[in-house]
C-alpha cells in the first residue's frame, strides 16, 4: 500500500486545519478584499450578500488558491484578489442555486430567498459576478481571466444541465458526472490553476493543479450527495433528503435504481417524477439504498477520486502545504463519517 494510499485511509480525523493555518495571514487579505468589494451604495447588497459570506462556510475555495500558491512557493499578492474573485463566484452560484432549488436552508442558517425574496438573491448574485470580473481584469492577466470566465460558464451549464435531468430517472451515471464535474469541480479546478498561472509556473504544473482540483471536487460533490440521505440537518446545515425532494438524480439513486428489483424501481420512477415524496418514502429510498450498496459505493468512488487529486500533487516539493493539500482531500471525504 503506498503512502498516499495509507493517509487516504487514516483512522484520525481530518480537518482544513492544517490548511487554515498554512494560508492563515494571506487568507485575512482575501478577507479584507471581499469585505471591501461587498460594499455598495445599495444597503441591500452588503446586507445580503453578508448574510451568506459570513454565514459559516469555510472558504474552501479560496483557501484552496492560497494553498497552492503556497505549494509553489509564490512570494507576491496577486493570488489575494483572485481569491476573493473565486469566493464571489462561489457564493453568487449559491444565491442563484438557492432560488432554483427553492431551498429554506443553507449552513444551518435561513436562506437569503427565504429572506429578502427571490429577486434580491438573484441580483445581489449577479452584483457577486460583476464584481468577480472586476477583480479579475484589475489582475491584468488574460490567462487568468480566461480560466476563471470559462468556469463561470461552465457552472452555469453545469446548473442547467441538472436542471434538464431533474426527476428523469432515466438520467445514466455519465450525465451525472458530466453534472458535477461542470456545477462544483469546475471552480474548484479554476482555483487551484490560477496559482501557477500567478506564479509563473509551467503549463504541467498547471495542469497537475487543475487535476488536483477537478477531482476534489467531484469527491467533494459524490459525498455531498451521499450524505444528502445519511446525514441530519445540523450535520449537514439543510435538511436531509432535500435532493430527494427536489427529485434530483444523483449517484446514489442512479445506483439504487439499476440494481433495483421492479418493485423497487416502480417506486424510484414515481417518486423521482414527483407522484410521492413524503418522509415516510424518504424513509423508504434511505433502505433501498442501503439494501443495494449504493451508498457505499457512491462513497468508494469518492474515495477514488480523491486518491487520483492526491497523486496529482505528488509532482512537487513543498512538504507542508503538500501534506495541508492532501488533508484537505480526506476532510473533504471524512464528512461522511
Known amino acids: 500500500m503506498s503512502a498516499t494510499i495509507h493517509r487516504l485511509s487514516r483512522n484520525s480525523a481530518p480537518s482544513l486545519e492544517p490548511m487554515m493555518s498554512l494560508v492563515a495571514e494571506d487568507l485575512n487579505s482575501v478577507n479584507a478584499v471581499i469585505l471591501a468589494r461587498m460594499q455598495s451604495r445599495i444597503p441591500l447588497i452588503p446586507e445580503l450578500a453578508g448574510h451568506l459570506i459570513a454565514g459559516g462556510g469555510k472558504r474552501m475555495r479560496p483557501m484552496l488558491t492560497l494553498a497552492c500558491a503556497r505549494l509553489l512557493d509564490y512570494a507576491g499578492t496577486r493570488h489575494h484578489r483572485l481569491a476573493a474573485a473565486v469566493e464571489f463566484i462561489h457564493t453568487a452560484t449559491l444565491l442563484h442555486d438557492d432560488v432554483v432549488d427553492g431551498s429554506a436552508m443553507r449552513r444551518g442558517k435561513r436562506t437569503a430567498n427565504m ?39 461552465v457552472i452555469a451549464e453545469g446548473e442547467v444541465n441538472q ?99 421492479e418493485a423497487d424501481r416502480k417506486f424510484w420512477k414515481e417518486t423521482m417524477s414527483g407522484l410521492h415524496g413524503d418522509n415516510a418514502d424518504l424513509a423508504h429510498a434511505q433502505s433501498l439504498l442501503a439494501a443495494t450498496g449504493a ?40 464528512r461522511a463519517y
Not at 143 to 150: E, M, T
Not at 188 to 208: G, Y
Request: a negative charge.
Open 163 to 261: 436542471l434538464t435531468a431533474q426527476r428523469r430517472i432515466e438520467t445514466d451515471e455519465d450525465q451525472y458526472l458530466d453534472i458535477i464535474g461542470a456545477k462544483t469541480a469546475a471552480l474548484f479546478a479554476a482555483a487551484c490553476r490560477i496559482a501557477a498561472v500567478v506564479a509563473e509556473r509551467p503549463e504541467a504544473e498547471e495542469l497537475a493543479l487543475d487535476a488536483y482540483g477537478r477531482n476534489l471536487g467531484i469527491a467533494f460533490q459524490l459525498v455531498d450527495d451521499a450524505i444528502d440521505y445519511v446525514s441530519d440537518g445540523e450535520t449537514m446545515g439543510k435538511d436531509t433528503g432535500d435532493d430527494f425532494r427536489d427529485g434530483k438524480i444523483t449517484l446514489p439513486v442512479i445506483l439504487a435504481y439499476a440494481r433495483g428489483n
Open 295 to 334: 451508498i457505499d459505493d457512491t462513497l468508494a468512488r469518492a474515495r477514488h477520486y480523491g486518491q487520483r487529486a492526491i497523486d496529482a500533487i505528488g509532482m512537487f516539493g513543498n512538504a507542508r502545504a503538500k501534506a495541508a493539500l492532501t488533508e484537505a482531500v480526506e476532510f473533504a471525504i471524512a
Open 115 to 153: 429572506i429578502w425574496g427571490n429577486n434580491a438573491s438573484v441580483l445581489v448574485g449577479d452584483f457577486l459576478f460583476s464584481r468577480s470580473f472586476e477583480l479579475m481584469v484589475e489582475d491584468g492577466s488574460l490567462k487568468v481571466l480566461k480560466i476563471l470566465a470559462n468556469a463561470s460558464a
